[in-house]
């Protein structure tokens, strides 16, 4: 036997040594546990398994921590050319104003003091974001109802949860009149374009209008529910799920789960909750018999019976109901009939021009006056 080796060892050892110089033949040796074998040559058993169980284990923790992978709808894509109707440019009501360089407060204490004036008519707050937006408004006196009335306005425009930064500056102007109601709204962001809004009559209907002409001035056209490229069109199609061609009755945006979902026009929301194969979903009705359906959300950010305006946060995209990975289903029905979203048109929403239009911008250069020298 082997010096310094047991019994078992050393016999083991012997008949490697023997098989290696061509003796005698090692009888039930046992085969080495891998996980990595050759599936090309390793013949069908329990090796070339556990080969192709680690492979695809592999393959499928590449594809959950790559940042960004869809390939479900890289695999189905088809690209579609946005036609003039439809303005994939024009999220969240934002695109056309310039953007002006921020200048972060050079004493944080002091930006963040609040500041308010008065004149005859009207009260203006203005201060900056430190403890969350609603909290810094109650802070610089805004009444809760104030405050919750403010948040609403701003939110027709940008999500108020996830788009507002710190030290970003709101400015509101409330009336001195019976009921003191909210006249002006501006939050001046650090990472995005401001947001102003006044409240204005137009046509006889009382409403929340941007103080730039482009906002006051918008488009009848529909805007893209969500930032992402369209991987799927209107029409027949093979279904990646069913396995068979059907009728898809709407076009699918690619984006990243947890994207905010905007509503594509001025709307009432009529229907929020799980639908079937939709998912999780909101359908907003527009009048003229129009309605649009979003699905497949992670999260629903509307309620049924509740206002929405063109760009107002409905929800997030999710992969929920019949889907085979993160994407918006965007529907357009006429009269309950599904039509091509990238061909419809809307009414055109209220437009201040003119007389009104002047009446209009003397009515904020008055406001933005109070609390100046």
């Not at 046992?30 to 070339?48: A, K, N």
């Not at 009728?247 to 929301?269: E, S």
């Amino acid at each position: 036997m082997l010096d310094g080796f047991s019994a078992a060892e050393a016999s083991a050892r012997v008949a490697l040594a023997r098989a290696r110089t061509g003796g005698e033949p090692i009888a039930d040796l046992p085969e080495p546990f891998s996980l990595v074998v050759d599936l090309s040559s390793e013949p069908v058993g329990g090796r070339w398994l556990r080969g192709a169980a680690t492979l695809a284990a592999l393959c499928g923790a590449a594809l959950l921590f790559f940042p960004g992978s869809d390939p479900f709808s890289a695999a189905m894509a088809q690209t579609i050319e946005p036609t003039q109707q439809f303005q994939l440019n024009a999220m969240l009501g934002g695109g056309e104003k310039p953007r002006k360089a921020y200048q972060f407060p050079a004493d944080p204490e002091a930006a963040a003091k609040p500041a308010v004036a008065s004149d005859q008519t009207d009260v203006r707050v203005q201060g900056a974001v430190t403890d969350g937006l609603y909290w810094s408004l109650r802070n610089a006196g805004v009444s809760p109802r104030i405050a919750a009335d403010y948040l609403h306005a701003l939110s027709t425009r940008i999500d108020v949860g996830s788009d507002v930064a710190p030290y970003d500056r709101f400015d509101l102007v409330i009336s001195k009149s019976a009921g003191q109601p909210l006249e002006y709204a501006a939050l001046h962001r650090v990472d995005g374009p401001d947001v102003e809004l006044l409240k204005w009559n137009a046509g006889g209907k009382i409403d929340w209008f941007d103080t730039d002409v482009s906002g006051v001035e918008r488009s009848a056209g529909l805007m893209a529910p969500v930032a992402g490229r369209i991987t799927s069109g209107f029409g027949m199609r093979f279904h990646p799920i069913l396995h068979y061609t059907r009728m898809h009755a709407g076009i699918d945006f690619g984006a990243a789960w947890g994207t905010p979902i905007v509503a594509a026009a001025d709307g009432t929301v009529v229907a929020a909750g799980y639908g079937g194969g939709y998912g999780r979903q909101v359908q907003i009705a527009h009048g003229s018999g129009i309605v649009t359906l979003y699905g497949h959300m992670s999260s629903i950010a509307a309620s049924p019976g509740e206002p929405v305006r063109q760009g107002q946060v409905i929800g997030y995209v999710g992969s929920s109901g019949l889907s085979t990975g993160p994407h918006l289903h965007f529907e357009v029905k006429v009269n309950g009939t599904p039509v091509d979203p990238m061909t419809v048109r809307m009414q055109s929403r209220q437009e201040i021009s003119g007389p009104a239009r002047q009446a209009f911008n003397e009515r904020l250069k008055q406001l933005m006056a109070i609390g100046k020298a």
